[in-house]
Nanobody, 122 residues
Framework: QVQLVESGGGLVQPGGSLRLSCVAS????????MDWYRQAPGKQRELVAT???????NYADSVKGRFTISRDNAKNTVYLQMNSLKPEDTAVYYCRAIVTLATQPLYKYQYWGQGTQVTVSS
């Protein structure tokens, strides 16, 4: 029905930058909130940043001032610009979207991407 595909992860040195992208496709009616989560080994998945349909944003305290979330509604895409990366940012990053389906406009569903690995290490 709806697929989310992330890209842009990789290995970067401390202080470096990466830009993650997540494209939504399928039988989409409308996309509401789009979020980035991350999960480090042995830890619970945590919310990193969120952007609403009206492009209001919110961030976890640990990434404020370093990460920027944005979205392109015409492309059904959400981005996460990550600057000043630290080793503790190492995790698998997942995007999530809250959508209505083209065939079911009254109900909202959440979909997850498969994740992209971000490793910050010297």
């Amino acid at each position: 029905q709806v697929q989310l595909v992330e890209s842009g992860g990789g290995l970067v040195q401390p202080g470096g930058s990466l830009r993650l992208s997540c494209v939504a496709s399928g039988s989409i009616g409308s996309i509401y909130g789009m979020d980035w989560y991350r999960q480090a080994p042995g830890k619970q998945r945590e919310l990193v940043a969120t952007v609403t349909k009206s492009t209001s944003t919110n961030y976890a305290d640990s990434v404020k001032g370093r990460f920027t979330i944005s979205r392109d509604n015409a492309k059904n895409t959400v981005y996460l610009q990550m600057n000043s990366l630290k080793p503790e940012d190492t995790a698998v990053y997942y995007c999530r979207a809250i959508v209505t389906l083209a065939t079911q406009p009254l109900y909202k569903y959440q979909y997850w991407g498969q994740g992209t690995q971000v490793t910050v290490s010297s």
